[in-house]
């Protein structure tokens, strides 16, 4: 019961962080009413008190509802677990630093490259190819079917300049 | 009442006599081919792909330009239903309840009688809806003109409440999802005043977030960062026991389909979100309605087909009569509408009272083709089904590595923007951590639809009314649907309140 008291003051504390954002962005809305009476304040001033009262209600829970996933709940909480997140998160980043300069077929390479090594397989150089060769025909159909610009290789563009 | 049933009857069967010519039977099936294909992809819907395909309307005849894109417009809802259920990647919003219900199923080795029931019923509705739309698409769309701003706002409430109240295992949560959905859709410029709100000064937040963004964050992108946390060595995905569906699965799923398409056809025609609000009702509704209450993902359970069959008939349903109120009054509901819209005006042609009597055969011909496009996509999809489920063969690594390149391909594919990849990461590790505390996400993509356009019908609403609140108790279609949000949030807890 402590454990899930913590996490509901966690939760109850993300919460009204998120409501004092809205609540502190308030004053930049405009508050002019119109016709109806109405400002575009109104509406995040909703938001506010929902969020506020939503917040403080889960941060005051003394019961053990607030329990977490029961998959969550049952896992082991190892290091290991972590760090697998972390370079899943660190392969999304890198994707999205680098596909503006490789292009979106060998970036989406190296992203499933990553992901597959953060779920545990290793083959990195043939995780690579099978992600290339997924991104290669998705990259064909969005260019030379649909017409949308997805360039193969920026940085090419980027040194001919 | 038979005059205007034969007169109908009449007109459709010259429709179809047009619709069925070689060269239109080939268009409807490219239209419904590339729908089914877009429909797969998340980020490109079939608005945008209409779009793309509107120079056609220079070199080819009007009946097959609009016969290719009903059939995109029809096959993209059939599409989208296939990835949901499969990768649990919305290509489309409305098809996130299928995503929900349909991918819990897949992880325990149901993925085929998930995708047939989502096929089927998007047949059953689509059929259901089509006819309904042959017979009463004028009359219908004349009675939903006399809804105003009041009306539909209150419908908007309706499907606040319900959402927030029924999804899920707690109200608390729920709404709490839901006042978030609604500030995320707070993000950007309003339009009625044209004054930004929450924009940090940041220029690519001033058209708010995309809801693809939010959506395949929220759920593929949240789904991968929770999975390599917590799945479990022996975990249940890539499981595939079954293609079929049982007996069981039938008796369950037929009155779900009925029920979908009824709940359904009636949104459609009135431009109160398109096709979200029905599906999540038609799930609240089977939610209600299950005697396998357990089973329904968001009580922890394996999936219930009822559950991903009626919000798809209810999709397939809503779609089709979208195009009632497109037809009879010239008002799009929908973004897709809307091109379609403007696909006619390339014509020449206005949709409008006047377009029965104008171009009549046209009108009758595109109703047919809808007809034809749905036994296509039926006949197209159902084999597809055995394929489809072996995708869950694929080793997790991988599966989620290809996930992922979809998922980021959706969010770049619609400006070629670094910041909307940093967005869908950060709503990833929002729905990372909603996943790992329990909250819903379903009420988030509903508040952040909704919520610009409920504050919209609002505004105009005390408008006309001078400012005067009792115009939400005073007008009859109001209170009742007040009353309807009244039952939804008191019933349930009087009766959880009985002992069993």
Same mark, same amino acid.
């Given at each position: 019961?402590?454990?899930?008291?913590?996490?509901?003051?966690?939760?109850?504390?993300?919460?009204?962080?998120?409501?004092?954002?809205?609540?502190?962005?308030?004053?930049?809305?405009?508050?002019?009413?119109?016709?109806?009476?109405?400002?575009?304040?109104?509406?995040?001033?909703?938001?506010?008190?929902?969020?506020?009262?939503?917040?403080?209600?889960?941060?005051?829970?003394?019961?053990?509802?607030?329990?977490?996933?029961?998959?969550?709940?049952?896992?082991?909480?190892?290091?290991?677990?972590?760090?697998?997140?972390?370079?899943?998160?660190?392969?999304?980043?890198?994707?999205?630093?680098?596909?503006?300069?490789?292009?979106?077929?060998?970036?989406?390479?190296?992203?499933?490259?990553?992901?597959?090594?953060?779920?545990?397989?290793?083959?990195?150089?043939?995780?690579?190819?099978?992600?290339?060769?997924?991104?290669?025909?998705?990259?064909?159909?969005?260019?030379?079917?649909?017409?949308?610009?997805?360039?193969?290789?920026?940085?090419?563009?980027?040194?001919?300049? | 009442?038979?005059?205007?049933?034969?007169?109908?009857?009449?007109?459709?069967?010259?429709?179809?006599?047009?619709?069925?010519?070689?060269?239109?039977?080939?268009?409807?099936?490219?239209?419904?081919?590339?729908?089914?294909?877009?429909?797969?992809?998340?980020?490109?819907?079939?608005?945008?792909?209409?779009?793309?395909?509107?120079?056609?309307?220079?070199? !080819?005849?009007?009946?097959?330009?609009?016969?290719?894109?009903?059939?995109?417009?029809?096959?993209?809802?059939?599409?989208?239903?296939?990835?949901?259920?499969?990768?649990?990647?919305?290509?489309?919003?409305?098809?996130?309840?299928?995503?929900?219900?349909?991918?819990?199923?897949?992880?325990?080795?149901?993925?085929?009688?998930?995708?047939?029931?989502?096929?089927?019923?998007?047949?059953?509705?689509?059929?259901?809806?089509?006819?309904?739309?042959?017979?009463?698409?004028?009359?219908?769309?004349?009675?939903?003109?006399?809804?105003?701003?009041?009306?539909?706002?209150?419908?908007?409430?309706?499907?606040?409440?319900? !959402?927030?109240?029924?999804?899920?295992?707690?109200?608390?949560?729920?709404?709490?999802?839901?006042?978030?959905?609604?500030?995320?859709?707070?993000?950007?410029?309003?339009?009625?005043?044209?004054?930004?709100?929450?924009?940090?000064?940041?220029?690519?937040?001033?058209?708010?977030?995309?809801?693809? #963004?939010?959506?395949?964050?929220?759920?593929?992108?949240?789904?991968?960062?929770?999975?390599?946390?917590?799945?479990?060595?022996?975990?249940?995905?890539?499981?595939?026991?079954? !293609?079929?569906?049982?007996?069981?699965?039938?008796?369950?799923?037929?009155?779900? $389909?009925?029920?979908?398409?009824?709940?359904?056809?009636?949104?459609?025609?009135?431009?109160?979100?398109?096709?979200?609000?029905?599906?999540?009702?038609?799930?609240?509704?089977?939610?209600?309605?299950?005697?396998?209450?357990?089973?329904?993902?968001?009580?922890?359970?394996?999936?219930?087909?009822?559950?991903?069959?009626?919000?798809?008939?209810?999709?397939?349903?809503?779609?089709?009569?979208?195009?009632?109120?497109?037809?009879?009054?010239?008002?799009?509901?929908?973004?897709?509408?809307?091109?379609?819209?403007?696909?006619?005006?390339?014509?020449?042609?206005?949709?409008?009272?006047?377009?029965?009597?104008?171009?009549?055969?046209?009108? $009758?011909?595109?109703?047919?083709?809808?007809?034809?496009?749905?036994?296509?996509?039926?006949?197209?999809?159902?084999?597809?089904?055995?394929?489809?489920?072996?995708?869950?063969? #694929?080793?997790?690594?991988?599966?989620?590595?290809?996930?992922?390149?979809?998922?980021?391909?959706?969010?770049?594919?619609?400006?070629?923007?670094?910041?909307?990849?940093?967005?869908?990461?950060?709503?990833?590790?929002?729905?990372?951590?909603?996943?790992?505390?329990?909250?819903?996400?379903?009420?988030?993509?509903?508040?952040?639809?909704?919520?610009?356009?409920?504050?919209?019908?609002?505004?105009?609403?005390?408008?006309?009314?001078?400012?005067? $609140?009792?115009?939400?108790?005073?007008?009859? #279609?109001?209170?009742?649907?007040?009353?309807?949000?009244?039952?939804?949030?008191?019933?349930?807890?009087?009766?959880?309140?009985?002992?069993?």
């Amino acid at each position: 019961v402590s454990q899930s008291r913590t996490a509901a003051r966690f939760v109850g504390a993300a919460v009204l962080l998120t409501a004092l954002f809205f609540g502190v962005g308030l004053q930049y809305v405009d508050a002019q009413g119109g016709y109806a009476g109405l400002s575009p304040r109104f509406l995040a001033t909703v938001v506010t008190i929902g969020l506020t009262v939503c917040g403080l209600l889960i941060f005051l829970r003394k019961d053990s509802v607030f329990s977490e996933s029961e998959d969550a709940a049952t896992a082991i909480h190892t290091n290991a677990r972590f760090k697998r997140l972390a370079i899943l998160v660190g392969g999304l980043v890198a994707h999205l630093l680098a596909i503006g300069l490789i292009g979106f077929v060998i970036a989406s390479g190296f992203l499933m490259a990553i992901v597959a090594y953060a779920y545990g397989n290793e083959k990195f150089l043939r995780n690579l190819s099978i992600g290339i060769a997924i991104a290669l025909p998705i990259w064909a159909l969005f260019t030379q079917v649909l017409g949308l610009n997805l360039p193969i290789f920026p940085l090419l563009n980027v040194l001919k300049i | 009442m038979m005059d205007v049933v034969s007169a109908a009857m009449s007109s459709l069967a010259g429709g179809f006599a047009s619709a069925l010519t070689p060269i239109n039977l080939i268009w409807a099936l490219a239209g419904c081919f590339i729908g089914t294909a877009i429909g797969v992809l998340p980020g490109i819907g079939p608005a945008l792909t209409v779009a793309m395909l509107l120079p056609l309307t220079a070199k !080819v005849e009007p009946a097959s330009a609009l016969i290719l894109f009903a059939g995109i417009y029809y096959g993209a809802m059939f599409g989208g239903s296939t990835t949901s259920i499969l990768m649990n990647t919305p290509g489309e919003s409305a098809t996130m309840v299928t995503a929900m219900e349909g991918n819990t199923m897949a992880k325990y080795g149901r993925a085929g009688p998930a995708l047939a029931t989502a096929a089927i019923g998007s047949f059953v509705a689509g059929t259901i809806a089509t006819i309904l739309l042959s017979l009463v698409a004028p009359a219908a769309a004349q009675a939903a003109l006399s809804f105003g701003p009041a009306e539909y706002f209150m419908i908007m409430l309706l499907a606040f409440t319900t !959402v927030s109240s029924v999804l899920g295992s707690s109200a608390l949560r729920g709404l709490c999802a839901l006042f978030l959905g609604l500030g995320i859709g707070l993000v950007g410029i309003e339009t009625t005043s044209g004054t930004t709100r929450y924009t940090l000064g940041i220029p690519e937040l001033y058209d708010g977030l995309d809801i693809v #963004i939010v959506a395949v964050g929220l759920f593929a992108v949240g789904e991968a960062l929770y999975n390599v946390l917590y799945l479990q060595p022996a975990a249940t995905i890539n499981k595939m026991s079954q !293609v079929k569906m049982s007996a069981s699965d039938w008796k369950r799923s037929v009155p779900a $389909w009925l029920r979908g398409s009824f709940i359904g056809f009636p949104f459609g025609l009135i431009p109160a979100g398109g096709a979200e609000i029905p599906t999540f009702l038609s799930y609240a509704t089977e939610k209600k309605l299950s005697k396998h209450q357990e089973e329904f993902s968001s009580n922890g359970g394996k999936g219930a087909i009822e559950g991903v069959a009626g919000p798809e008939a209810a999709n397939n349903a809503a779609v089709t009569a979208a195009l009632a109120p497109l037809l009879t009054l010239g008002i799009p509901v929908s973004s897709t509408t809307a091109i379609l819209l403007a696909a006619f005006q390339n014509y020449n042609l206005q949709p409008g009272p006047t377009l029965m009597q104008t171009s009549g055969p046209l009108v $009758w011909t595109l109703i047919a083709s809808l007809y034809i496009g749905n036994v296509m996509l039926l006949v197209l999809n159902l084999p597809l089904v055995g394929i489809w489920v072996r995708i869950l063969r #694929i080793p997790t690594p991988l599966l989620y590595g290809g996930i992922l390149i979809f998922s980021t391909l959706g969010a770049y594919s619609i400006r070629q923007s670094w910041f909307d990849l940093l967005t869908l990461l950060l709503i990833g590790l929002l729905g990372l951590a909603m996943r790992r505390f329990g909250f819903p996400t379903a009420p988030v993509i509903v508040g952040m639809i909704l919520g610009p356009m409920a504050e919209k019908q609002l505004r105009n609403a005390l408008s006309i009314a001078q400012g005067d $609140w009792t115009v939400f108790v005073t007008r009859p #279609i109001c209170l009742v649907i007040l009353v309807v949000i009244l039952s939804v949030l008191i019933l349930p807890k009087i009766f959880s309140k009985k002992p069993s």
